[in-house]
């Protein structure tokens, strides 16, 4: 089965990716240590609601179009994205 709605990129080039961001209804990114998560600082800059877990420097640079989910809580991050594409969806 395939889902064309979610699509996994292994390498993007630089030139590229705000091409990515201008698709894409949601940023998302589960990483759990990060100095420095530039992509979401990227993804918002060109209009887009992130959710990512509370860790290291993500409380201090997620807007107010983010969320911010408790570390390592699958569930309650995946509820987070699909309120935010509810909420995309909607505007849309």
């Known amino acids: 089965m395939s889902d064309k709605s979610v699509i996994f990129i292994d390498f993007v080039s630089h030139s590229v ?32 609601p992130v959710v990512v877990f509370n860790i290291g420097p993500h409380p201090e640079v997620i807007d107010e179009n983010g969320i911010l989910v408790e570390a390592e809580n699958i569930e309650k991050f995946a509820q987070a994205c699909i309120e935010k594409l509810r909420q995309v969806r909607k505007l849309n």
């Open 17 to 48: 990716i705000p091409l990515y961001y201008t698709i894409c209804d949601l940023y998302v990114s589960c990483t759990l240590w990060e100095s420095f998560n530039v992509p979401i600082i990227e993804a918002q800059a060109c209009g887009k």
